[in-house]
């Protein structure tokens, strides 16, 4: 009997060597382990053997049973990695044939640059004011310093509504977003506890706004505006310079050199230009930069003290500064976008590239 | 404002700044070098990786190279008619030089000249321009034969040395050049190009720069003295001035000086104006640009003696005036303009002479009768001899000179210069404001350079009319306004130290200072104003750079945020999220474009359009995007969207800007791929999803759809309208067959929306979460069998009602029409989901299930299909 049992295992552990898949391993399994195999049948015969064999055989038909069951576990752990192995080289892909496409919704590239400015202010703790596009000249103009006739004007080519006899006060299109500085500080006032110590004010003003200009790469009818206003009884212009300055290592990164330079606006002062090192090279001189090195990146100064009056503050009492940028502007430094009119434009193909 | 260096080194001592430092300094205050422009000085060469500072061109002249030299003999070419062989000394060597330059040639073969002429040599392996090549060529100058004539080295043009365009002779330089000096030093020099802003005005001049770069640097003010000699009987004795309207001339001033004699101006004075932008006329209209850009003060010469005939030889009297309507005058462009009574004009007693400010009249022009010569070319030329020009109308040239410095109203000025097109120096100036202090000064520089250019005698005194005098502000300034604005510490004496700089005149006392305007400015207002632009002077004077940055101390203000801005943001991104791409277009557009799909009469309409297709404020947000996407037709997919403003006009009055949000879909569902051949085209469903999408995004529940005929450009039978909370928010559908032949489209329908945000941003959302249940739902389908006229929504909402809450999502999943059901008649399959709080069995949802089926058949007439 123990001599049937060891040639029941060997039969079957060779056997097993001859196994290479799931339905021959199963085939193997019925006739090795199988109920009607020659080892189960060894153990049907059991009771036939005597008291002192029966132990033995039985322990040897159990031992020859557990290896072999092993070696089935083992088999077919071997078979089936052996047939992951095959499949995954046979599935190959071609992973150079391009991505299904997906229709992704974009927001135009000038809401892009608009919400990141105004991210950047909000964190700085400039809440967003919005006004209407078509101005009183009084508001565009003669509120913020910019009497009729003026030189400055000159500086702002101005679009005009046809709107019967308005004398010195016609209508025309908002030529900067600065008349909502008017709105704004005057509706502090309207809403102050006491109109004589309004509240300060911390406004970024983005919006569109419009200029007489002919259309070409470089000039356009309409573009937009952010500015940022600050009013408040403390605020000087060396606060402008800090706050302006953390703004910009914002914007374009933590080591952007920076310049102030003076300038001219009629509802500012003192004014002046804000430069940064030129992105694109470093300052070394580029295209972008005109080989300057550097960038003109907005206008600011300190509120002119008539327009702090127009706007209901006290000039005696209150101070501010404001400043005022062009994200289509920082847009095409960014991204050496050399005509201005594809952001109206609307092709896709411009579009889709943001 | 181009400054050429070496003329500002006349009132300041620039020896030791470089040219990049003058500019970055001016720059810095407020007078922006936008160019720098080299014509002889070294230019700076960067290394790599150095940051340039400027835009810089032109080039410098090789001081070994490029020297003067005088030329001694003109001999003509052995091979070529037209070129000239000189004989030249460079200082060193003599030598043999080529030519065809016509401002020598009439010299050709006269012998050694009397005079040697002095000129710009450049030697062998100068790099200078091309004179031949159109526009700025560098070249570098070699050894060639030319006609035989073996030519190394050429004497050069202004075009060659990147002085001016000038190329139709060679520079002769004025006699006292010394031969052999490098030309760098005789007369390198690099010209600031300056942008000048309003209120920087009074520095469009060459004493206004020095001024300001004497503050910016600490160097000393070397201000001109004018003076010189006078002799004959003084101009008051034959000249007087009448003032009718002191508010438009606060002054005007007259000097005398005859006996000029017109030629061409000094050399150098030529190249100064031409490196500053103004071509050399002769010595008189030189002298008079010279001035203007010395002082700033635009002077008008008149020849005297034309002025005496008309007067019928006796004492010239000017007067100064409004104009008439419809009086005419012929400047000195030959145009004769039609004036209006807003236009100022100096006139004699028969009549006007010059219109004020802008423009002098041709007849009593500074007159040269040997002109031609000027220009002449060699055609005329006899050796020798110069050719004279045609005898002229007037005759004679000027002889004696009448010179008006005056001051205008800067607003008058601005609106006359605009009115007849005519931007010139003078009225760049006058329209921004010349203080009249500058009348006086600019006459008497004017006479000092005429008698030093043309040998004339100036008259004594002036003829000065000063009915008018500006009031110089004096503001008082204390060292805590400093701080307050600017933020820094300064003591009265630093403050008044940094404005005595600008030639403002100031006096302390105790912790005042008392700053006196100088009299070149008009820009300084008063009480408060002007104490704004004092500080911005100190601040300007200290130097920005200097002034520290510090962080707002300031009380934080009451938080508001701007919840429309918000919503609106909140809008685009759930457009964004949907696969809609956003456009921005043109608020202006016209009547004709947006015609194409709605017409209106009336329209916010501009009074100055630059072009007849953007003359009118939108009235339409879906007219702009279907433009946009009309454009983009031939994208096999398109789905874009806008939000923004329309304007509706109300009668002379500020229009309504009302915000809107359109959107279009049209072409492709899905796009293509190397494996995905075909895809439908988008339709009025795949709108309708996408904006079921956004209401819900916007958290809105009570949301209906209805059909829509009443909407032109849309389909009849596939439009919808939309309300939220029971009030209509928009509309949308497929574009009308008629409307969408007006656009350049595909085969594939137009899908359109059209929303009034402002409507549905005023729908209060009535959203609340719905618990997650944690009991199995019973989920089951059924179909009815309705009328095709039966609103899908409206079984929908039947079922919805009568489940009550227990029927927690009805979903619609196939609609079904064949004969079997009959003509007329539609089934409508709805898979329903049943939840409660506890586990429901299927005879709690049988007993609903019969209910709602009772309910359809009661009130649409539907009927189970089984």
Known sequence: ?354 | MKVPISWLNDYIDLDGLSVEEIARKLTLAGLEVDEIKYAGLPMPSYKEGEPHEFKTSGIGWDRDRIVVAEIRKVNPHPNADRLTLLDLYDGQQDQTVLTGAPNIFHLKGTGRLEKPIKVAYAKEGSVIYDGHAAGLVLTTLKRAKIRGVESYSMVASEKELGISEEHEGIIVLDDAAPVGMPLADYMGDAVLDISIVPNMARNANVLGIARELSAATGRPFKKPKIEYSTEGQPVNDVVSIEIQEPQLNPRFVLGLIRDVEIKPSPYQIQRRLRLAGIRPINNIVDATNYAMLDIGEPLHAFDYDSLKERAGDKDVKIVTRSAKDGEKLTTLDGNTRTLTSSNVLVCDEKGPVSLAGVMGGAETEVYDASKEVLDATSSEAKHGELPRGKASVRGTSTTNVLLEGAAWNFINIRKTAKQHNLPSEASFRFSRGVHPALAEQGVRRGLQLMAEWSGGKIAPGLVDAYPLKPLDPIITIRSRDVKRWLGIDLTEEEIAGLLTRLEFECTIENDCVDVRTPPHRLDIGQGIVGLADIIEEVARSYGYDRIPETRMADALPPQVGNPVHEWEEHVRDLLVELGLQEVVSYRLTSPERESRLVAYNEYATLANPIAPERRVLRRSLLASVLEAAEKNARAESIAMFEVGPIFEPVKNGLPNEPRRLSMVLTGLRYPTAWDVKESSRFDFFDLKGRIEQVLEGLRYTDVSYSAIDSVNYLHPGKAAQVKVNGQPVGVFGELHPLTKEKYEFGEAPVIVADFDLDALRKATPTYEVVPVADVPPVLEDIAVIVDESVPAERVASLIKQTGGKTVTQVRLFDVYRDEKIGAGKKSLAYSLTYQSDKTMTDADAAAIRNKIIKRLEHEVGAKLRS
């Open chain 1, 1 to 354: 009997m123990l001599d049937r049992l060891n040639e029941i295992e060997t039969t079957a552990l060779e056997s097993l060597d001859a196994v290479h898949d799931p339905d021959a391993l199963e085939a193997w399994r019925v006739g090795n382990v199988g109920r009607s195999s020659p080892l189960m049948r060894v153990f049907g015969e059991l009771g036939k053997l005597s008291k002192e064999e029966r132990p033995v055989v039985g322990a040897a038909a159990n031992r020859v049973k557990v290896a072999l069951e092993a070696a089935l576990t083992e088999r077919a752990e071997a078979i089936k990695a052996a047939m992951l192995a095959k499949s995954l080289e046979e599935e190959q892909l071609d992973v150079t044939l391009p991505g299904r496409e997906v229709q992704r919704g974009r927001l135009h590239p000038s809401t892009q640059q608009l919400r990141r400015v105004l991210d950047i202010l909000a964190d700085m703790g400039f809440q967003v004011y919005t006004s209407r596009e078509v101005e009183e000249d009084e508001v565009n103009f003669q509120l913020l310093n910019f009497p009729l006739n003026h030189p400055a004007r000159d500086m702002q080519d101005t679009f005009f509504i046809e709107a019967g006899e308005r004398g010195d006060n016609p209508i025309v299109l908002r030529t900067h977003t600065s008349p909502g500085q008017i709105h704004a500080m005057r509706d502090a006032v309207r809403s102050a506890m006491d109109p004589k110590n309004p509240p300060p004010i911390r406004i970024a003003l983005p919006g569109m706004c419009f200029r007489y200009e002919q259309i070409t790469a470089r000039s356009e009818i309409q573009f937009n505006q952010v500015e940022g206003l600050v009013v408040g009884k403390n605020i000087t212009f060396a606060d402008l310079k800090g706050t302006l300055i953390d703004f910009a290592r914002r914007m374009f990164g933590q080591d952007v050199r920076t310049r102030f330079r003076a300038s001219y606006f009629p509802f500012t002062e003192p004014s002046a230009e804000m430069d940064v090192e030129c992105f694109v090279c470093g300052g070394k001189g580029c295209q972008v930069c005109k080989n300057s090195g550097w960038l003109e990146i907005l206008g600011c100064g300190m509120v002119h003290p008539v327009v702090l009056q127009n706007g209901g503050y006290d000039p005696e009492r209150y101070s501010g500064f404001a400043w005022g940028m062009g994200p289509e502007r920082q847009l095409m430094l960014r991204y050496k976008i050399d005509d201005i009119r594809y952001f109206w434009g609307n092709d896709l193909r411009f579009l889709e590239q943001f």
